[in-house]
């Protein structure tokens, strides 16, 4: 199923349009008041949130062809420790990360601790009975999920998706073998 949300590929067109979104994220135009919360942020409120997956997202895309991405857990002592630093500096501290994985263990507790989540409880359930009454159209899944997210939680699940094209796309090109590992 993940398969059918992401594909396979993805192309340099959407590449660029996912950056060209990530820059358009402002503050209303703002100056920013004080540094960004990454961890328990509503980015609905501070969109800067954003921004801060966007960086480490692509950050993370470098390693996309890496074995267990997404699968494998990075240090929980150190991953806490980076949390702590992210929420001081405002940002992931990117040249302390270190491990891909470490990086993936940052951006599912940012996931983790968005204020009602990326898609709320009850977005859930929908998505499951869409899914129990035997759908596997990726559009519809979409069109249920659209009117229910804020332009920036759908702007998360955009990059989000598209990384995870590029993740599937290059576990394509390791052969599935390597996959299965």
């Known amino acids: 199923m993940l398969r059918s949300l992401v594909g396979s590929?993805?192309?340099?067109?959407?590449?660029?349009?996912a950056k060209k979104a990530a820059a358009k994220v402002t503050n209303g135009g703002k100056p920013p008041a004080s540094k960004c919360k990454v961890f328990k942020g509503d980015v609905d409120k501070d969109p800067r949130v954003l921004e801060v997956l966007q960086q480490g997202i692509d950050w993370l895309d470098q390693y996309a062809?890496?074995?267990?991405?997404?699968?494998?857990?990075?240090?929980?002592?150190?991953?806490?420790?980076l949390m702590d630093k992210s929420q001081k500096l405002g940002r992931f501290p990117l040249e302390q990360v270190g491990d891909c994985h470490n990086m993936v263990g940052l951006i599912v507790n940012l996931l983790r601790d968005l204020p009602g989540g990326l898609v709320d409880a009850a977005m859930v359930i929908k998505l499951v009975e869409h899914f129990e009454k035997g759908e596997t159209e990726p559009s519809s899944y979409l069109a249920l999920m659209r009117p229910a997210l804020s332009p920036n939680k759908r702007r998360m699940l955009v990059?989000?998706?598209?990384?995870?094209?590029?993740?599937?796309?290059?576990?394509?090109?390791?052969?599935?073998?390597?996959?299965?590992?």
């Open 159 to 181: 990059s989000l998706t598209r990384h995870w094209q590029r993740v599937v796309a290059e576990a394509n090109r390791m052969g599935m073998p390597a996959v299965a590992t």
């Open 65 to 81: 062809g890496e074995e267990g991405l997404w699968r494998q857990a990075g240090q929980k002592t150190y991953i806490a420790e």
């Open 9 to 17: 590929e993805m192309c340099i067109r959407d590449r660029v349009a």
